[in-house]
């Protein structure tokens, strides 16, 4: 028998649709299978897709095996981010301090390769044991013509949310010196990292419209693009979760000005593209916005129509990273003719969860940082025929005997845009509609 | 290109890049998945057992539970005694449990966090357990931390009553749920009472139901491990991994081991199949020696495609001692044998492998290496087939070398957990996937006249 039980800590982690909130943004509770992963983590995976940077993982070997080559970002050029680089601290390191062995790493790079950007990531431990990774880096960039940028990251100091916090740090920290002539047309484009290449949907999109996207952060970026993004005019926030905190700063300190916006789903990717249109205050680029998106819907609703028929009444839950991303997820389904049953996010911020407990029923459950009892629990209890997650609920959806849909680093196809809309769709039918269904539960 | 390694090779000493190995705790929580009804417990903090998780889940495709203290800055500094008694009481209420086994982490070794006296404090539930073992990741890597929790749970459990209870106890290095189950069915074939510890089959690799269970059918029990002191022998399968647990039964209840090669290859399978008649004086059924027949069948048919050919194998000691045995065996070259799990045992085992073939001149042996180093040595001296995980795709891609994926992880593919590598029927399957890798590289790169049907 499963057991279900909500531990009691957790009931104010729980809640439902129709306006009230829930708690979040808390460290997940010893001893629950918390799907949340750490503030290393969540550093990593905005970082990483940084094309030609090295990234150094200073500390034990696992937490650099674990994350070696599994974002899914699509790069136009370099490769280099794909490997895995280490200090593999040993006993001896742990005694006598790592510092002297992450000089030493550092040495090795320079040695053999050019880099011209260095991230060096402190673990855990590394805090433990004293070692001074700024100092290190600083004498990295005295002694060296390149940028070694520390990336304050020990697991304990918080969740993925506080991670991302300093990843956007460790960017600052780069841009900051940038050289800044005068705002030219052109937009960041924050908080996407060009899983399956959907960057290259939306710069494809704001092309067509007249606006070139200047800088990416952080899929398929590189050390130049991101040296040029203190030039843009307006940035785009699209995984707010994550770049909320850049966004302000680089408003702050450079006087961009923001706006967050969503490329999933087709009411979200039309108000966005608008949105920015009009942010930039162009009547001829808003002019065009209009006339793409309207061409591109009206292409788009044919489509929709001709699947709805085997779509229509599905419940679905959603449980993913950001709040942000959750929300347009609602949209579409409901757009799909679907019901959301279930909402829950590992990094939603209050504000998130006040918007999703508008967008639903009253019956709506919303959990923040859920693990497998309780989701199992209210996946059965709402009778969701699919489930939209992670690497960690796909198997869970199976096991369940539920469809399920890759919206994180495996997905398998670009979600983003109208073509994100014709993708998502055809993976959740396929899903959904799979003959293995007919064969679960019976016997020989 | 998919490409970023140079051809010269240079000194490294402090830069791992593109590791061969990962951290202890994945290996214990594993093993712990191997004892029925077990939560699996990580003390440190949330983002490593996230890891290992995913880890877990993305070879198996199936859920993995496990549990961590969720340490945080306070116990960083204070240590995690309140976190593991407040995780362990959480545990049990909920998931019910009938044992936790708790593994370090690097955090929490570093810190000194004194497991022993904490668990003795513990208000453990009435016939419920808490067992843990020592994992750092400074040392070693996740084949010593899949041993160290072997040797906690005997610590803690294991006891001798005096009387054998007739069994033969089977120690496995780290295995594929496939072929433990392989494992089981030679002992029942061959009507040899056993215990099978750890046993992660019918739990990874669990079947489909229409329900989720937080603890499926398989896995060793408790009573089990409990019974190993009293069993006759311990066999321990795997030379580099299992002397560690065998020694801890040894030293607990007396009980004496007999180690053995991990049995991949046709030596390796014979070796073992002869210690069990020996030891229990039950023959080999004539089924397993049909398979055998069939084996050596499949060598000798495609020995032309195969024979000479060079090959570089990479992965967990054990587990690449028996496939070099076995590429050895079906007359090929292992040029490069390269594990990322430091110790120097393995290399000399290698070489004593390579000798006894008559190649040690051109072949070598690398312990506490990584992928990178591999990727250098291929770019600088070719090889015809690449054996190892997933990340030696990425080799594989930018050389253009026929690729078979084979030991721990496999991340991106489907259902290899299902087939054996170890006995007959494992050295079969090999067989098949290095030949058809070999031949289905000459179809994809031949001449239109070189083309043919029937090879
Ligand atoms: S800190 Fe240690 S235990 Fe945790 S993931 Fe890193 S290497 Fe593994
Ligand atoms: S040691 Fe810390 S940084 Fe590394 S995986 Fe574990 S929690 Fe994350």
Redesign the interface.
């Known amino acids: 028998m ?2 279900t ?1 909500i ?1 009691t ?1 957790r009931k104010n982690f729980i809640g439902q649709g129709g306006g009230k909130t829930v708690c979040c943004d808390r ?15 969540g550093a990593r995976v905005v970082l990483n897709p940084i094309t030609d940077a090295y990234h ?1 993982i200073h ?11 599994i974002r899914g970002s699509l790069s136009s050029d ?3 981010y ?10 001896q ?2 005694v006598f301090g790592g510092a002297e ?5 550092i ?3 320079v ?3 050019h880099p011209r950007l260095i991230f060096v990531y402190a673990t ?2 590394v ?3 004293g070692d001074d990774v700024e100092a290190v880096c600083r004498q990295a960039e005295q002694k060296y013509p390149l940028r070694c940028i520390p990336v304050k990251s ?4 918080g ?1 993925k949310s506080y991670g991302y916090r300093m990843a956007c740090e460790a960017l600052m920290a780069l841009i900051r010196p940038a050289p800044r002539p005068a705002g030219r047309l052109g937009v960041n484009l924050l908080g996407d990292f060009n899983l399956a290449g959907e960057i290259w949907i939306i710069r494809h999109y704001l092309e067509i419209i007249g606006i070139p996207i200047i800088s990416t952060f952080t899929g398929d970026a590189n050390y130049d693009t991101l040296m040029q993004s203190p030039q843009a005019r307006l940035n785009l926030v699209q995984c707010a979760g994550s770049m909320t905190y850049l966004a302000g700063q680089m408003e702050e300190e450079f006087g961009i000005p923001f706006i967050k916006i969503s490329f999933f789903g087709r009411e979200d990717t039309s108000a966005s593209l608008i949105r920015i249109a009009q942010a930039l205050g162009d009547s001829g680029l808003i002019a065009r916005a209009r006339a793409f998106t309207q061409e591109q819907e009206a292409r788009l609703l044919p489509f929709e129509q001709a699947w709805r028929e085997g779509l229509a009444h599905k419940k679905a839950a959603i449980y993913v990273g950001g709040g942000f991303k959750a929300i347009s997820l609602i949209r579409q389904f409901n757009a799909m003719g679907m019901e959301t049953v279930i909402v829950g996010t590992q990094t939603g911020k209050a504000e998130d969860y006040e918007l999703i407990s508008q967008l639903v029923g009253p019956d709506t459950v919303i959990l923040d940082d859920a693990n ?2 309780e989701l ?1 629990r209210f996946l059965k209890e709402k009778g969701a025929d699919l489930l939209v997650g992670g ?2 609920e ?3 959806a ?4 539920l469809a399920f849909c890759d919206h994180n680093h495996e997905r398998r196809h670009a979600l983003a845009g109208y073509e994100g809309v014709r993708n998502f769709t055809r993976e959740i039918n396929l899903s959904l509609n799979s003959p293995v269904w007919s064969y ?2 019976g016997s020989i | ?4 390694t ?1 051809k ?1 090779q ?1 000194k ?8 061969c ?6 290996g214990a929580l594993y093993a712990a998945l191997g004892v029925h009804r077990c939560m699996p ?1 990580s003390h ?5 057992v ?6 877990l ?2 070879h198996y ?3 993995m ?9 306070g ?2 500094v204070f240590g995690g005694k309140s ?2 008694t ?6 049990f ?4 449990p009938d044992i936790i086994a708790v593994h370090t ?3 929490s070794e ?2 000194g966090d004194d497991l022993k006296a904490f668990i003795q404090d513990l208000d453990i539930p009435e016939g419920k357990y808490v067992v843990h073992s020592n994992t ?4 070693g ?1 996740h084949i010593n931390g899949y041993a160290a929790m072997m040797g906690g749970f005997i610590n803690y459990l294991s006891q001798t009553t005096g009387q054998t209870n007739g069994k033969l106890a089977v120690f496995p290095a780290w295995s594929e749920p496939s072929d433990l189950r392989l494992l089981k069915s030679y002992l029942e074939q061959m009507g040899i009472a056993y215990t099978l510890f750890p046993d992660q089959s019918g739990v990874v690799d669990a079947p ?7 603890f499926p059918k398989g896995g060793t029990t408790i009573e089990e491990i409990q019974g190993l002191g009293d069993c006759t022998h311990v066999l321990g399968l795997g030379e580099w991994t299992v002397p560690e647990p065998c020694a801890v039964l040894e030293k607990k209840c007396g009980t004496k081991s007999i180690l053995l090669p991990y049995p991949i290859g046709i030596q390796n399978t014979d070796r073992l199949l002869m210690t069990l008649t020996d030891l229990t004086g039950k023959p080999v059924p004539y089924a397993i020696e049909e398979e055998r027949g069939q084996l050596i069948d499949l060598i000798l048919d495609q020995h032309i495609w195969t024979s000479q050919k060079s090959c570089a194998i990479f992965g967990d000691p054990d587990f690449i001692l028996g496939v070099t045995s076995l590429v050895l065996e079906m007359g090929m070259l292992p040029k490069y044998v390269l594990t ?1 799990t430091p110790g120097h045992a393995f290399p000399k085992m290698c070489q004593a492998l390579f000798e006894a073939y008559g190649v040690e001149d051109q072949c070598q042996a690398f312990e506490f290496d990584d992928l ?1 180093d591999l990727h250098q040595f291929i770019k600088n001296d070719p090889v015809d087939v690449l054996i190892g995980t997933n ?1 030696g795709k ?1 080799i594989a891609r930018a050389e253009s070398i026929p690729f078979v994926r084979a030991g721990w992880p496999v991340l991106d593919r489907y259902g290899h957990y299902l087939w054996p590598n170890i006995g007959y029927r494992g050295a079969m399957r090999f067989v098949e996937r290095i030949s058809g890798a070999i031949m289905d590289h000459v179809d994809a790169v031949c001449p239109d006249e070189d083309f043919d049907v029937v090879m």
């Not at chain 1, 199976?398 to 005997?401: N, R, T």
Request: glycine share 6%.
């Open positions: 499963p057991h039980d531990l800590e460290d997940s509770v010893s001893g629950a299978v918390s799907q949340r992963a750490c503030v290393y983590c150094i500390g034990p070997i696992g937490c650099s095996s674990y994350t070696w080559d370099d490769e280099l794909r490997n895995s680089f280490s200090t593999d601290l040993s006993e390191d742990i062995k992450l000089t030493r790493a040495d090795e790079v040695a053999k390769h855990c431990i805090g433990v044991i020990p697991g304990f100091s969740n497998p009892a199992e690497v960690k796909r198997p869970l199976y096991k369940l005997g679960m539960g | 290109m998919l490409d970023a140079p010269t240079f490294r000493e402090a830069l791992r890049i593109n590791s190995k990962t951290c202890q705790p994945v417990y440190g903090s949330q983002g490593c996230a890891y290992h998780r995913t880890v889940t993305r495709k199936d859920p539970m496990a549990v961590s203290s969720s340490f945080t800055e116990a960083s976190n593991l407040t995780g362990v009481k959480n545990v209420d909920i998931y019910q982490t690097c955090l570093v810190i750092p990741s400074f040392k890597s489909m139901t229409d329900h989720f269970e937080y990322g990178f990340y990425q």
